[in-house]
Antibody, heavy 125, light 109 residues
Framework: EVQLVESGGGLVQPGRSLRLSCAAS????????MHWVRQAPGKGLEWVSG????????GYADSVKGRFTISRDNAKNSLYLQMNSLRAEDTALYYC??????????????????WGQGTMVTVSS | SYVLTQPPSVSVAPGKTARITCGGN??????VHWYQQKPGQAPVLVIY???DRPSGIPERFSGSNSGNTATLTISRVEAGDEADYYC????????????FGGGTKLTVL
């Protein structure tokens, strides 16, 4: 069964750090790009970051650039998101999503065909 | 940055046709993907590359894209189609950046 399982969310104070993980199974992980998409409570979807199959192409939303770092370990079928300098506006449900292609961006990215159930991040003092 | 505009809500009676639009500057030159999200659930891909359907998605779901508007069409709407729908593209003017529309709440009357 194709599956993505996120972990690492929780309650964190503003300015602190958190690392999210996404464990993939049921497909050839290193063939595809992977993404993080978040959804603030009661709000819409926001693409956060994406990484190509070989980590050669990486993209970030303006709202997180310079604070968040995406990475992957193909040997462990895992995707990560290191979140630093967290702000209240980063409070959201964070989804891990699989791309149908291997690249990121207008020339290499595709649609997101598999999603995890999400991990909640709450930034509050 | 590239902006996608969706109507906040669309209402339709069962058995009728729902059309959900996604507006963007020259969006017809981009590939548009559509997602369905029901309350408390993760999004599901329903249309990719403007008009392709993933396996398992009913033929009632179709898509088109031209000019400044992409459209998701749901024919013979059922109560189970009630959900939020989001369009998504890649912003070719920015460095590897994904963009979602604000989402449309489809209400089945």
């Amino acid at each position: 069964e194709v599956q993505l399982v996120e972990s690492g969310g929780g309650l964190v104070q503003p300015g602190r750090s958190l690392r999210l993980s996404c464990a993939a199974s049921g497909f050839t992980f290193d063939d595809y790009a992977m993404h993080w998409v978040r959804q603030a409570p009661g709000k819409g979807l926001e693409w956060v970051s994406g990484i190509s199959w070989n980590s050669g192409s990486i993209g970030y939303a303006d709202s997180v650039k310079g604070r968040f770092t995406i990475s992957r370990d193909n040997a462990k079928n895992s995707l990560y998101l290191q979140m630093n300098s967290l702000r209240a506006e980063d409070t959201a449900l964070y989804y891990c999503a699989k791309d149908i292609l291997g690249g990121v961006g207008a020339t290499g990215g595709g649609a997101f065909d598999i999603w995890g159930q999400g991990t909640m991040v709450t930034v509050s003092s | 940055s590239y902006v996608l505009t969706q109507p906040p809500s669309v209402s339709v009676a069962p058995g009728k046709t729902a059309r959900i639009t996604c507006g963007g500057n020259n969006i017809g030159s981009k590939s548009v993907h559509w997602y369905q999200q029901k309350p408390g659930q993760a999004p599901v891909l329903v249309i990719y590359y403007d008009s392709d359907r993933p396996s398992g998605i009913p033929e009632r779901f179709s898509g088109s894209n031209s000019g400044n508007t992409a459209t998701l069409t749901i024919s013979r709407v059922e109560a189970g189609d009630e959900a939020d729908y989001y369009c998504q593209v890649w912003d070719s003017s920015s460095d590897h950046r994904g963009v979602f529309g604000g989402g449309t709440k489809l209400t089945v009357l």
